[in-house]
């Protein structure tokens, strides 16, 4: 494990990153919000190498085809400065998620949670996957300040003309804004 420094010039002896690690960051995205980005930027300081993986929720219906999806979160994230040799943007919309897992050599799942209710929904679905293929699944508390957003809070306030620029990566905010989203 190797330690970090801080952003303030001290090495914090609790932080670590996890070496020789491949990390799953799935979701919906749609769109990708900046707490999507705060976990993705996370998990590639703690893992070596980060797919970010759009997946199909059939409970949900999209806004953006998953294509679009994928376009801007590699624009948000090339955007934000998160070295491009460490993450993989991918989708994934056949079988299990735990098999795109295996498939690409993965043993951790990285889910950002903002609340008990994201909690609960969640915890089952990480029990399941670590009894059906032995992926773990780490829960990243979210900035404070991003604590509240969420990706049908962004499409609500998209579709009613309000500004989403403070929830949104620049690049999801320009395409909203351009009306193609939305």
Do not use: C
Request: without cysteine; hydrophobic residues 45%.
């Amino acid at each position: 494990m190797r330690r970090n420094a801080q952003p303030w010039g001290r090495t914090d002896r609790y932080a670590v990153t996890v070496s020789n690690q491949i990390a799953v960051v799935p979701g919906s995205f749609d769109p990708p919000t900046l707490g999507h980005l705060d976990v993705i930027r996370r998990a590639a300081d703690l893992y070596d190498r980060v797919h970010v993986v759009v997946v199909h929720n059939p409970g949900k219906e999209a806004l953006l085809p998953i294509a679009q999806r994928l376009v801007l979160l590699e624009q948000s994230i090339a955007e934000a400065g998160v070295p491009a040799e460490r993450v993989t943007v991918a989708s994934w919309s056949v079988g299990l998620l735990v098999d795109y897992v295996t498939e690409v050599g993965a043993s951790v799942l990285v889910k950002g949670i903002r609340s008990q209710v994201d909690v609960t929904y969640e915890a089952p679905m990480a029990v399941v996957n670590r009894n059906l293929a032995g992926v773990e699944t780490v829960f990243l508390l979210p900035d404070p300040a991003l604590a509240l957003v969420s990706s049908s809070l962004v499409r609500q306030v998209a579709a009613l003309g309000g500004d989403v620029s403070p929830y949104v990566p620049g690049a999801v905010a320009r395409f909203l804004d351009t009306g193609s989203g939305a």
